[in-house]
């Protein structure tokens, strides 16, 4: 028997997976917010994570097939980008957090993606776009996945803001690269 609350929290995982993917995002944020606010939330850090982290991979990997598959990828972006972060999300995904202080972090990091993602010019041209060197790309990376494991999001929430702001890519180039 599928209670309301369940078919609630189903609709809005789905309606997060639809408009994250729209993006190149995975939905990792959107997952841990809904999940938070329902009984759900009550539940292990631990247990939030995986399933946010599940659902993100799923959303994120059909969502880079299809950027990559319109020939969005900027493979010279992309690898140096999550060879860093995949190291870095496997250590932050083991470092222990208790309870206030992961709900502090999923709050500010939730605060700030928003934030920054409002901030980002909706008239984004392609002036001076190009691929960060490896003195760039692989701290940023390591950073983003070190954040991304601790608080159990993908990291596409961050690296987006990132690479328009620094003008590594194009909006649909950097879809591609937060979904990868």
Known sequence: ?????????????????????SVG??????????????????????WLKQYAWCLNLIVAGIAFWHYSKAGHHMRG???????ASVPFALIGGYLRVDGALYDTLLSVTLIWAAWRLLLIKRDFVGVGI????????????GAIGLASGVIGVGGGIFLSPVVLLR????????AATAAA
């Open 77 to 83: 972006m992309t690898v140096p980008l999550v060879c």
């Open 1 to 21: 028997v599928v209670t309301a609350e369940f078919g609630l929290i189903l609709a809005g995982l789905f309606l997060v997976a639809l408009l994250y993917s």
């Open 167 to 174: 003008h590594w890519a194009t909006p649909k180039a950097a």
């Open 130 to 141: 190009g691929p960060p060197d490896l003195r760039e790309a692989l701290p940023v990376g």
């Open 25 to 46: 995002h995975g939905g990792g944020s959107g997952y841990l917010a809904i999940l938070s606010l329902t009984s759900y939330g009550t539940m292990e850090v631990g």
